[in-house]
């Protein structure tokens, strides 16, 4: 099979189930946007970081390429077999954070992003992740969205949070707190 099928040349690609649709539909946008997170948890997950973290990311990966297969999907062809994001997928976070939350130093104030670039990068992923979240809530004003792929997506976010904190210890990074001015 070749990349390249040049059916997109004009602006248009097939949803799975076949429909075409304009390149910057929303569902597009969504199911884009959750494959550009995916490119930044592999580059989080290439740092020199915790093996758990490692396979805690490869989990996440899989996840993300299920909700983007979910997103992906004509709604107008419910009875395709699609793999689904779970409640418990949404557990496995909550408890990493719980776990990862432990060794965390309780938080009084606003933090920046930065201090090391593992740390750096897990802020992009947070961030990414938050746009993945709005352009799915889009989405859902149109197209009926699964709930637990919202519920996940808002997890999601929540814990790179957490991990760019976890790191900030793990790595010795200095973790800066934001002041506002007076």
């Not at 990311?57 to 395709?80: H, M, N, S, W, Y």
């Not at 689904?84 to 776990?99: P, V």
């Not at 802020?123 to 996940?152: D, F, G, M, P, S």
Request: with cysteine; glycine share 6%.
């Amino acid at each position: 099979m070749k990349v390249y099928t040049k059916t997109g040349d004009k602006g248009e690609t097939s949803l799975f189930g076949g429909k075409r649709v304009l390149k910057s539909n929303v569902r597009i946008e969504a199911y884009g946007t959750s494959d550009e997170l995916n490119s930044w948890i592999g580059l989080i997950r290439s740092q020199k970081i915790e093996e758990n973290h490692i396979k805690v990311l490869v989990e996440i990966q899989d996840r993300i390429f299920t909700l983007g297969a979910q997103l992906a999907a004509d709604p107008d062809k419910p009875k395709l077999k699609l793999p689904k994001i779970e409640e418990g997928d949404i557990l496995f976070l909550e408890s990493e954070m719980d776990r990862m939350d432990t060794a965390l130093p309780p938080m009084t104030k606003f933090t920046l992003p930065g201090g090391n670039d593992v740390v750096s990068y897990c802020h992009i992923a947070r961030t990414v992740c938050r746009r993945c979240e709005r352009l799915i809530i889009e989405l859902n004003q149109t197209a009926e969205v699964n709930y637990l792929v919202i519920k996940y997506v808002n997890r999601l976010s929540d814990y790179f949070f957490v991990l760019s904190r976890k790191l900030t210890i793990e790595l010795n990074a200095k973790e800066e707190f934001w002041e506002a001015r007076k």
